[in-house]
Structure formats: structure tokens, C-alpha cells
């Protein structure tokens, strides 16, 4: 049971390239989630998913584009980087209740130069 | 207006002491879900506590408790008897109801446990 995992763990870009973030999940859950933790402002989400096929814009969306085509898996896009996106970004997934946490990935840590 | 408001950049503590960070909370829906999550320096985001808004008592997870003042929209987290593994960024969020589900953070407490 690995949990949350993301691909890739580091990552360096060059303004205007771009580059796909993996999230997997093996608990079944039904909600996924991805954020951008900047310092001093905790954390915001960027786009989420209440289930296959289906995602919507968080907070800070603009740049980004996502795509649930399998429940355990969410991917996470930039299509031209800029070095606002700098940033560590985080997977989360949970089940689609109330009172159940977000099970959080290890974090990418993306630099746009 | 901030849904997640916690107030403390940065505290101390000594070892062995109790601390309270706080936080409070925004909301007009009538069924909420309150988080509160570690960060260590490593980086990994750990669950630590969980209040519902119909939740009749405080939650308590061994050490850590949870002080929900309702009428005053606040859940300050309590850490009783801290260890220097307590060290690190903490964040409170809230899940609110409805169709959305989706979860809001606030800035988090950087705590620092002296030895």
C-alpha cells in the first residue's frame, strides 16, 4: 500500500517548456487534489477532481490544466512555465466525506528558471 | 475575507510545556469539517486531528487536542507535554459541505520546541 505517490520528486524547467506532474493513488479514493505550497501562504489548490473523468478549478488555476482519466490517477499540467510556478506542489487524494482527512504525496519541487 | 485565519507566523516552547496555536475559521455552511496537519522540515504533510461542526465534544488524538469554541469560530490546536520532534510548520483547514468538498488552509504556525 504505497499510499499517495507523485512523479517526479525535483524537476528544473526553462520558461516556456513544458512538463506534466503524476499523481497515483491506491486507496480507492474518490476526491484528488493538487496544490502549491508557496512560503508564507500555505497552501492553495490549484485544480481537484470529485471523481473520473471530472475536475474543476481550485484557487489559483490559471497555467495549469489536469486530467482524471483513471480514478487512481491525476495528472497535473503546465503547458508554457513561468517562473511563478515555482513552487512545491502536492497530490492529495481522499474519500468523499465530510469527516476524512487528505492523504498527501511527497511533494514535487518544481524551479522554472 | 481569509476562510482560514491562523494568526502566529512563528512560536516557542519549551520542552515538556503545553501549546496552543491558533485558528480560526469563516464559514456560513452549517456542517464543517476542521484539520489540523504537521510539517516537519522534511517536507510531508502529516494528519493530526479532525473536528466536526456537529461534534458535541473537543477531539483529542494523545497529545493532541483539539479547543472548539463554536460561537467564536475557533479550533486551536493544543499540544500538551511538547518534544523537540514537535518542531515544525502546522496548518489548520477546513472542509466545508455541500457539493465541493474542497479544503482551505490556512498560513500555518512555524513551532519551535527549545530544549
Known amino acids: 500500500n504505497a499510499g499517495v505517490t507523485q512523479t517526479p520528486k525535483f524537476r528544473v524547467l526553462k520558461t516556456g517548456q513544458s512538463m506534466t506532474l503524476l499523481c497515483a493513488q491506491d486507496?480507492?479514493?474518490?476526491?484528488m487534489y493538487w496544490y502549491r505550497q508557496d512560503p508564507g501562504m500555505g497552501l492553495r489548490l490549484i485544480h481537484y477532481s470529485v471523481g473520473e473523468g471530472t475536475t474543476a478549478k481550485g484557487e489559483v488555476p490559471d497555467g495549469y490544466n489536469v486530467s482524471r482519466l483513471k480514478k487512481q490517477n491525476f495528472l497535473l499540467g503546465l503547458e508554457s512555465a513561468a517562473p511563478s510556478q515555482t513552487s512545491v506542489y502536492f497530490c492529495?487524494?481522499?474519500?468523499?466525506?465530510?469527516?476524512?482527512?487528505?492523504?498527501f504525496g511527497p511533494g514535487t519541487r518544481l524551479t522554472v528558471t | 475575507a481569509q476562510k482560514i485565519t491562523q494568526t502566529q507566523p512563528g512560536m516557542f516552547v519549551q520542552e515538556k510545556e503545553a501549546v496552543t496555536l491558533d485558528c480560526t475559521y469563516d464559514?456560513?455552511?452549517?456542517?464543517?469539517?476542521l484539520f489540523w496537519y504537521k510539517q516537519p522540515s522534511s517536507g510531508e504533510m502529516i494528519f493530526l486531528i479532525y473536528q466536526g461542526s456537529y461534534d458535541q465534544q473537543n477531539a483529542t488524538e494523545g497529545r493532541y487536542s483539539l479547543n472548539f469554541q463554536k460561537a467564536r469560530k475557533s479550533a486551536n490546536l493544543v499540544i500538551s507535554a511538547s518534544q523537540l520532534g514537535d518542531s515544525a510548520m502546522y496548518f489548520c483547514a477546513m472542509r466545508e459541505g455541500g457539493g465541493y468538498q474542497k479544503v482551505t488552509f490556512g498560513t500555518g504556525t512555524k513551532l519551535q520546541v527549545i530544549p
Open positions: 464559514t456560513s455552511d452549517p456542517s464543517y469539517g
Open positions: 492529495a487524494s481522499s474519500y468523499a466525506t465530510l469527516t476524512y482527512e487528505q492523504y
Open positions: 486507496m480507492n479514493h474518490e476526491y
